[in-house]
């Protein structure tokens, strides 16, 4: 895409070219090569899993390794903190951290957050823009667009050089920035025909490329890596809750694509399943059954409408007020663990 305007630092003008990324497929072919690497990475992760399955408190390991993540992503951007003075900062409050240990325990924090943020929402432009926020506060990164996506285009490579000598340069800011993210929140939150850990280095490939925030990219990407590993954790476990409750055929199908966007209508679920209007609207009903739904009893209505009337085209389905709140977009599904994060979430 042709870039033109004047270089805020060099104020020279420049006319250039930025990569505009094409939309991420639904499937991939792998050599075998990348495959059995895969094998080996899948190994690895269930054996950690299995490791921590063992331990009377898994939670105690959470802020040790959070804090040696944030160390070494840190590294990676040039920021050098030693791992014990991130730790002492955190209980000593007598001098002011270095900018290199605030920028550490930044992460952290919004390593934290991240945590917190996914048991209610999906992984979405809300829940990274309030890491990046949490993430540059108080830092050389805490501008004026902190939190929300740039208002200016950014390039990779030596800052004084300007632009024209970057190595490489985003999509600017405005509609192809904003469309590139919102591709980028649906395709990680819906159901991809791919391995884990393929989903998680395209979705990563395309935020990267995408670099949506002014500071903190890097180190917000890899965070949502751990994010993605979490949310997809979550869904295979909904899924398996959702057979044991007896949900088959379309039920279980639609099951499985709420997970990623659980907000629907029965045209699409006609168009994404492949099935007649009758059979969509009764596996859209069948999913609002007590056996695979728990709502609170102020979800239970939305606006004066039942959730099934707020989630489907019918002629008769009434709809809310304008000045009234939009419909919850989250189902509790029943039967799940309550150590577990118990939600079906979607885009805010």
């Known amino acids: 895409m042709p870039v033109r305007g004047v270089d805020s630092r060099t104020k020279q003008a420049y ?7 094409a939309p991420l497929p639904s499937v991939v072919e792998l050599s ?24 009377p408190n898994p939670d105690l390991l959470v802020r040790p390794s959070l804090t040696r993540e ?9 920021t050098y903190a030693p791992y014990a003075d991130v730790l002492e900062a955190h209980y000593v409050d007598s001098h002011q951290p270095t900018a290199e240990v605030r920028e550490v325990q930044n992460y952290v924090q919004a390593a934290f957050a991240g945590l ?25 990164g805490d501008a004026y667009d902190a939190g929300r996506l740039r208002e200016r285009l950014v390039c990779i490579g030596d800052r004084g050089r300007g632009i024209e000598q970057s190595r490489f340069v985003p999509p600017p800011n405005g509609d192809s920035l904003r469309d590139g993210v919102s591709d980028w929140e649906k395709w990680i939150n819906a159901d991809q025909e791919m391995p884990v850990l393929v989903k998680v280095a395209l979705g990563h490939y395309l935020f990267e490329t995408l670099h949506p925030f002014s500071d903190g990219n890097g180190r917000i990407g890899r965070l949502v890596i751990t994010l993605q590993l979490i949310e997809e954790a979550f869904s295979q476990e ?13 039920v279980h199908e639609l ?10 209508t029965i045209p699409k679920v006609q168009a994404d399943l492949g099935v ?12 609002e059954e007590p056996a695979f739904s728990a709502r609170s009893p102020e979800e239970a209505t939305v606006a004066g409408t039942s959730a099934i009337e707020c989630t489907t085209n019918s002629p008769k389905a009434r ?19 309550d150590t577990t994060i118990q939600k079906m979430a979607a885009m805010p």
Request: proline residues 8%.
């Open 15 to 21: 006319d250039h070219f930025a990569f505009v990324p």
């Open 32 to 55: 075998p090569g990348t495959y059995k690497v895969l094998s080996e990475a899948d190994r690895a992760l269930g054996s950690l899993d299995a490791l921590t399955d063992r331990l």
């Open 70 to 78: 944030a160390v070494s992503t840190s590294a990676l951007e040039g």
């Open 116 to 140: 917190d943020l996914v048991k209610k929402l999906p992984i979405c432009l809300q829940v990274v823009s309030k890491l990046q926020q949490i993430l540059v506060a108080g830092t050389r």
């Open 238 to 250: 909904v899924i398996e809750t959702m057979k044991g409750a007896g949900a088959r055929g379309t």
């Open 255 to 264: 099951a499985v694509n709420l997970i990623g966007y659980p907000m629907t």
């Open 276 to 287: 007649s209007y009758p059979t969509a609207a009764t596996a859209i009903r069948k999913l």
């Open 319 to 337: 709809r809310p007020r304008r000045q009234e709140a939009p419909p919850t977009r989250r189902m509790t599904l029943a039967r799940i663990p």
